[in-house]
């Protein structure tokens, strides 16, 4: 129930993506050589985005890409109905096995922000990893109660019911927020474990991050969780977090290089998988909930020469893009691993 909770994929996602392949599309190319399709991480799509029209200027490149959760991504480029597939939640052996050759790399780097709405609480408020399994687990329940405003001493915190919203899609988003749980809460571990979706105890489920949004916008004692891109660009206030060393972290750029820090100098991942949650004491602006996110290619593709042109592009002259989208730009010795993914396709 750990790392594969939540993790199958349905026809219904096979199906959104027919439906909506082609949801950003690039700008007017220099002439038509190579068209790919994508689809998956919403988290990823921002910078994607930015990436499209640049590429199509490059290398004359006509890319869409499809955000319809990193579940749907995983389902798309396994079925082979799309040239590239994202996801925020590495696959699994049994995801790996189906895609048959899929070659998984890391492209860029974010974190998950933790959305809240207390009308009145003007101070930033903090919370601990245990506070957040608790209040997702269904047993904290109020503002006010003492084990939040300990740590919370200037705010002047209501007796609001806390309502706990969720992604009730597969999302790569829930991945990085359950690993998190699971890392600081052997309560969250032992009964939920991590995944692209949960039994959720406790809240209110809602699709995509507009959906999240949406719920806590319009609930008085809401939180929930999206990329802190998304956060900002709406405008909704997010937590500060505990790390490892007893600091109180936010998800700015800071933040994120410095879970990234932690890093060992040489990565040797088999899969192209990389977990920098919970971060180990040493760094104090470490955020505890920073994540990569992944692009899923074929190395059976015909367009193999394409994809690895576009891939590297991404990794390399890509990471310009990410900053002004609080997306930093990924490490040198992941950019290292990501080389070596990326000659497998």
């Known amino acids: 129930m750990k790392r594969a909770l939540g993790l199958m994929v349905t026809v219904a996602s096979l199906v ?7 949801a950003a599309t690039a700008a007017p190319a220099k002439k038509q050589d190579t068209s790919l399709s994508g689809a998956g991480s919403s988290f990823v799509f921002p910078l994607i985005s930015k990436w ?6 490059a290398y004359g490149y006509n890319v869409s890409y499809s955000p319809i959760g990193s579940g749907g991504g995983i389902a798309a480029i396994t079925a082979k109905t799309v040239d590239f597939g994202a996801t925020d939640a590495p696959l699994t052996k049994d995801q790996f096995a189906a895609c048959k050759g899929c070659v998984e790399v890391p492209w860029a780097l974010s974190a998950t922000a933790m959305m809240y709405n207390l009308p009145g609480v003007n101070c930033v408020l903090r919370l601990n990893g245990k506070q957040l399994a608790d209040i997702y687990l269904g047993n904290l329940t109020k503002w006010n109660d003492p084990r939040i405003a300990d740590n919370n001493g200037k705010c002047n915190l209501p007796d609001t019911k806390i309502t706990a919203v969720y992604r009730s899609d597969n999302s790569g988003t829930t991945y990085n927020f359950t690993e998190y749980l699971a890392a600081v809460s052997p309560t969250w571990k032992s009964k939920l474990g991590v995944g692209v979706n949960a039994q959720w105890p ?8 507009s959906g999240v949004a949406g719920v806590i916008t319009k609930t008085p004692g809401a939180i929930g969780y999206a990329d802190v ?16 060393s007893g600091r109180y972290a936010t998800p700015g750029l800071r933040g994120i290089n410095a879970a990234a820090a932690t890093l ?4 040797t991942s088999e899969d192209g998988a990389l977990s ?19 692009v899923v290619v074929s190395s059976g593709s015909s367009k193999a020469a394409e994809l690895r042109k576009m891939v590297y592009w991404a990794v ?16 040198k010795q992941v950019q290292a ?7 497998r396709i």
Request: net charge positive.
């Open 16 to 22: 959104a993506v027919a439906s909506v392949v082609g």
């Open 52 to 57: 499209i029209p640049a590429l199509g200027s």
């Open 202 to 209: 406790a809240g209110l489920g809602a699709r995509g991050s």
């Open 229 to 244: 891109a998304y956060a900002l660009k709406n405008k909704i206030r997010f937590a500060s977090v505990l790390n490892a």
């Open 264 to 267: 060992p100098a040489r990565i």
């Open 276 to 294: 920098i949650v919970n971060p180990p004491k040493g760094n104090p602006l470490a955020y505890p909930i920073s994540t990569f996110t992944y």
């Open 316 to 331: 390399t002259q890509g990471q310009k893009f990410g900053p002004a989208l609080l997306f930093q730009p990924l490490p």
């Open 337 to 343: 691993f990501a080389y070596k993914q990326i000659k």
